[in-house]
Every structure is written in structure tokens, then in C-alpha cells.
């Protein structure tokens, strides 16, 4: 079981930057790649960013290629996704999720875990 808690949600204005930090429990953090993925108002939950187990290997959505950025700390349990020059169409729902049972996948089947998300509004 892993239990994972997002923060770092906000009102912002287009142009700038956040940090979103997703905390996992367990000691087995390691063992899980991570996705971030977000659900704006009456649309379907998306898949954002990715990041393999051991942090090697990474995979975006194009929107947001060039301007987020997916990380993790083994460590300290924590996946991060710094998002930069933020648009008004990035406002969602932010999820992170976690699985053992895939490298990377984009869709939201291939998560087993989830956290309860964090808003995130961009104003134009």
C-alpha cells in the first residue's frame, strides 16, 4: 500500500512558475514509477508527466514539453513537478499516482495508487 498526499497547488498568474510536491508513505517508494496527470472542469483526467523507479527515464505530454518539468527523491519519498511559464489552460486538478505494474504508462489504468490532488488555476 502506498498513500500519497499532493501539495503545492495555487492561484497563479500566465507566466509564472509552481512547485507541486506529492509525499508517499511506505518505504517501498523506490520500487514505483510516478505519474502527474490533471482533470480540468467536465473533461476526462489526462496524463501530464511520468518518471521511472529509479529516476532515469522520463516521459511528457507534448503541451507541456519545454515547460515542466517531472523529478523524484528517493529519499525523501517525494515526486515533484515544477511547471513554468503557465498557461490558463493548465488550470486542473493536479493528481499524482504510482505503479508497479508498468514502465511509464500514460494512462490512468496503469496506476494503482492515487492522491486526493491539488488545484491549480492560472489566471489570464
Known amino acids: 500500500q502506498v498513500q500519497l498526499v499532493e501539495s503545492g497547488g495555487g492561484l497563479v498568474q500566465a507566466g509564472d512558475s509552481l512547485r507541486l510536491s506529492c509525499a508517499a508513505s511506505?518505504?517501498?517508494?523506490?520500487?514505483?514509477?510516478m505519474g502527474w496527470f490533471r482533470q480540468a472542469p467536465g473533461k476526462e483526467r489526462e496524463f501530464v508527466a511520468a518518471?521511472?523507479?529509479?529516476?532515469?527515464?522520463?516521459s511528457y505530454t507534448d503541451s507541456v514539453k519545454g515547460r515542466f518539468t517531472i523529478s523524484r527523491d528517493n529519499a525523501k519519498n517525494t515526486v515533484y513537478l515544477q511547471m513554468n511559464s503557465l498557461k490558463p489552460e493548465d488550470t486542473a486538478v493536479y493528481y499524482c499516482?504510482?505503479?508497479?505494474?508498468?514502465?511509464?504508462?500514460?494512462?490512468?489504468?496503469?496506476?494503482?495508487?492515487w492522491g486526493q490532488g491539488t488545484q491549480v488555476t492560472v489566471s489570464s
Open positions: 518518471i521511472m523507479r529509479s529516476g532515469g527515464g522520463t
Open positions: 511506505g518505504r517501498t517508494f523506490s520500487s514505483y514509477d
Open positions: 499516482a504510482a505503479t508497479r505494474r508498468a514502465t511509464l504508462p500514460r494512462a490512468p489504468l496503469g496506476y494503482d495508487y
